[in-house]
């Protein structure tokens, strides 16, 4: 494993609307990012909003990338230039840093960053204010839970990707709890003053003491963007 080269390197988390699907795979394409997955989720707006609105759904697009600092900004430059962030339910993104990382990966994320030519103009529209990533996996169908304690606390969306737990004797043994095969898995981008009481919201409503059998934790953000586009009133509307 190799730290010191890590230490330059990002993962980027991109969540849009499903039918931005292409544009992003394109953009991703286009700059000859090493590494890039994709899956999908669901957004924490009620359908009715999308159709008040008149754009977007509830299905969403999550990409996981791996690549440079520099080629992170880049991207996040290119994703704000050609989706309009602004918009609702279009989407979020943000980056964190790697600590650790194979040294033939590392290698691999350098040599493409050399095959690369960065652009030299500064990277916009990403929020300075410190944002954490909040992962919760909890049972099955407790998403809704998960997303009422956390807009209590102050969180304004999150999205949702079904997942499989492969559980262990050990969480058995100490958490008291087994492994369900199917999870919940729930993303929530939120500023860093509100971290705490969104994470105790949710242990408290559907934690490991819980029919939920929830855990969280968070990840600290280096950048962020499509935060000032959360629908935090739907139920108004």
Same mark, same amino acid.
């Given at each position: 494993?190799?730290? @010191?080269?890590?230490?330059?390197?990002?993962?980027?988390?991109?969540?849009?609307?499903?039918?931005?699907?292409?544009?992003?795979?394109?953009?991703?394409?286009?700059?000859?990012?090493?590494?890039? &997955? %994709?899956? !999908?989720? =669901?957004?924490?707006? $009620?359908?009715?909003? !999308?159709?008040?609105? /008149?754009?977007?759904?509830?299905? +969403?697009?999550?990409?996981?990338?791996?690549?440079?600092?520099?080629?992170?900004? =880049?991207? %996040?430059?290119?994703?704000?230039?050609?989706?309009? *962030?602004?918009?609702?339910?279009?989407?979020?993104?943000?980056?964190?840093?790697?600590?650790?990382?194979?040294?033939?990966?590392?290698?691999?994320?350098?040599?493409?960053?050399?095959? *690369?030519?960065?652009? @030299?103009?500064?990277?916009?529209?990403?929020? +300075?204010?410190? =944002?954490?990533?909040?992962?919760?996996?909890?049972?099955? /169908?407790?998403?809704?839970?998960?997303?009422?304690? #956390? +807009?209590?606390?102050?969180?304004?969306?999150?999205? &949702?990707?079904?997942?499989?737990?492969? /559980? @262990?004797?050990? #969480?058995? $043994? =100490? %958490?008291?709890?087994?492994?369900?095969?199917?999870?919940? &898995?729930? &993303?929530?981008? #939120?500023?860093? +003053?509100?971290?705490?009481?969104?994470?105790?919201?949710?242990?408290?409503?559907?934690?490991?003491?819980?029919?939920?059998?929830?855990?969280? *934790?968070?990840?600290?953000?280096?950048?962020?963007?499509?935060?000032?586009? @959360?629908?935090?009133? *739907?139920?108004?509307?």
């Amino acid at each position: 494993m190799v730290e @010191s080269s890590a230490a330059k390197l990002e993962a980027l988390i991109a969540i849009v609307d499903s039918h931005l699907e292409d544009e992003l795979c394109d953009l991703f394409q286009e700059n000859h990012v090493p590494i890039f &997955l %994709l899956t !999908y989720g =669901y957004g924490s707006a $009620k359908s009715a909003v !999308y159709d008040i609105l /008149g754009y977007g759904s509830s299905k +969403k697009i999550v990409s996981v990338s791996l690549q440079t600092k520099d080629m992170s900004n =880049y991207i %996040l430059k290119q994703i704000h230039n050609q989706i309009d *962030f602004h918009k609702p339910g279009t989407g979020v993104a943000c980056t964190i840093s790697i600590s650790s990382i194979s040294r033939v990966l590392s290698m691999t994320l350098q040599q493409a960053e050399e095959n *690369f030519k960065i652009g @030299s103009e500064s990277m916009a529209g990403a929020s +300075k204010e410190p =944002y954490h990533l909040i992962v919760t996996i909890v049972n099955s /169908g407790y998403f809704e839970q998960v997303m009422e304690a #956390a +807009k209590a606390a102050g969180a304004t969306g999150g999205t &949702l990707i079904h997942a499989r737990g492969l /559980g @262990s004797k050990e #969480a058995i $043994k =100490y %958490l008291g709890i087994t492994i369900q095969p199917e999870k919940d &898995l729930v &993303l929530i981008l #939120a500023p860093q +003053k509100n971290k705490l009481a969104i994470m105790e919201n949710i242990t408290r409503e559907v934690g490991l003491n819980t029919a939920g059998k929830g855990i969280c *934790f968070s990840l600290p953000v280096n950048q962020a963007m499509g935060l000032e586009s @959360s629908i935090d009133n *739907f139920d108004e509307l």
